[in-house]
């Protein structure tokens, strides 16, 4: 069973970065009251950033899942579209006919298009509304192609078939990039893991049993403070890794707060049981 990922409006992300920063500051401020610059404060940092990155993380990932659906869904849908025009419907009958058959999260769009012009909108307009709506790179380049090819007449279903092929073509190209670039994204997780079994063997081996004896002059910190430094370093490494991981991956910033979160929470994890 496939389940549909729900569309997420640009103005509900917005709207959730809005909240969970104003939550996360609020929890700053607070911990800053009751803790000041401690090891405690520290944590409510990291939550905080944890409850500002995670809503807009869940709706940014729930939205590239629905925009990869739509554009799954459109080389069956210009195969369609042909297939009708072979029949002798007109473009905008194909569409009307083809709005009744599964095609993931693009049939609820199709149907909405349909009523459109149903109240009155011309058929240009509709298609317009479509694009803007689902608001994809595939869609927006295929958009002009069938406005254009309305406005020509005539045999329209050749405009469809190296369409459809073009966006085939482009799918399993972005496939592809994403299976070669799998492996960097992995060795980035593991450098992560590497560098946190690399400071607990030192911390647990090295640091405790020199804590206090003067080095090049002066003394080794204290353990607790060494864990305060690692758990920064720490943060910062799995914040900024996973978002290089989600530039390499899916071309986008974005894409890499999922990253971020699970490094960060996988290193909190670490830190409080072995160090």
Same mark, same amino acid.
């Given at each position: 069973?496939?389940?549909?990922?729900?569309?997420?409006?640009?103005?509900?992300?917005?709207?959730?970065?809005?909240?969970?920063?104003?939550?996360?500051?609020?929890?700053?401020?607070?911990?800053?009251?009751?803790?000041?610059?401690?090891?405690?404060?520290?944590?409510?940092?990291?939550?905080?950033?944890?409850?500002?990155?995670?809503?807009?993380?869940?709706?940014?990932?729930?939205?590239?899942?629905?925009?990869?659906?739509?554009?799954?869904?459109?080389?069956?849908?210009?195969?369609?579209?042909?297939?009708?025009?072979?029949? @002798? /419907? #007109?473009?905008?009958? %194909? +569409?009307?006919?083809?709005? $009744? &058959?599964?095609?993931?999260? =693009?049939?609820?769009?199709?149907?909405?298009?349909?009523?459109?012009?149903?109240? @009155? /909108? #011309?058929?240009?307009? %509709? +298609?317009?509304?479509?694009? $803007? &709506?689902?608001?994809?790179? =595939?869609?927006?380049?295929?958009?002009?192609?069938?406005?254009?090819?309305?406005?020509?007449?005539?045999?329209?279903?050749?405009?469809?078939?190296?369409?459809?092929?073009?966006?085939?073509?482009?799918?399993?190209?972005?496939?592809?990039?994403?299976?070669?670039?799998?492996?960097?994204?992995?060795?980035?997780?593991?450098?992560?893991?590497?560098?946190?079994?690399?400071?607990?063997?030192?911390?647990?081996?090295?640091?405790?049993?020199?804590?206090?004896?003067?080095?090049?002059?002066?003394?080794?910190?204290?353990?607790?403070?060494?864990?305060?430094?690692?758990?920064?370093?720490?943060?910062?490494?799995?914040?900024?890794?996973?978002?290089?991981?989600?530039?390499?991956?899916?071309?986008?910033?974005?894409?890499?707060?999922?990253?971020?979160?699970?490094?960060?929470?996988?290193?909190?994890?670490?830190?409080?049981?072995?160090?």
């Amino acid at each position: 069973m496939v389940i549909e990922m729900p569309k997420v409006e640009e103005k509900e992300k917005k709207f959730a970065w809005i909240i969970s920063v104003s939550l996360a500051i609020t929890l700053i401020a607070f911990g800053y009251v009751m803790f000041g610059f401690t090891r405690a404060f520290d944590e409510f940092v990291f939550f905080a950033v944890i409850i500002a990155v995670f809503p807009p993380t869940v709706l940014n990932y729930l939205d590239y899942r629905w925009r990869k659906d739509v554009d799954n869904h459109l080389p069956d849908l210009f195969r369609s579209i042909v297939q009708a025009q072979k029949t @002798g /419907m #007109t473009l905008p009958q %194909a +569409l009307e006919e083809i709005s $009744k &058959r599964k095609y993931g999260p =693009l049939t609820a769009e199709l149907k909405k298009m349909n009523a459109q012009i149903s109240w @009155g /909108m #011309t058929f240009e307009e %509709a +298609l317009l509304a479509l694009g $803007k &709506r689902v608001n994809t790179v =595939l869609m927006q380049r295929t958009v002009p192609l069938i406005i254009e090819a309305s406005r020509s007449g005539g045999r329209v279903e050749k405009v469809f078939e190296p369409t459809g092929k073009f966006v085939r073509t482009t799918l399993l190209l972005d496939k592809e990039r994403r299976n070669q670039t799998r492996p960097y994204i992995a060795i980035i997780y593991v450098a992560f893991f590497v560098y946190l079994f690399t400071i607990i063997l030192l911390f647990k081996s090295f640091f405790v049993n020199i804590e206090g004896l003067p080095l090049l002059g002066s003394p080794v910190m204290a353990p607790q403070e060494m864990q305060r430094m690692f758990f920064h370093m720490t943060a910062i490494q799995a914040f900024f890794g996973g978002l290089v991981a989600g530039k390499m991956g899916e071309g986008t910033i974005n894409a890499g707060l999922k990253h971020s979160l699970i490094m960060m929470l996988c290193g909190y994890i670490a830190l409080k049981l072995f160090l």
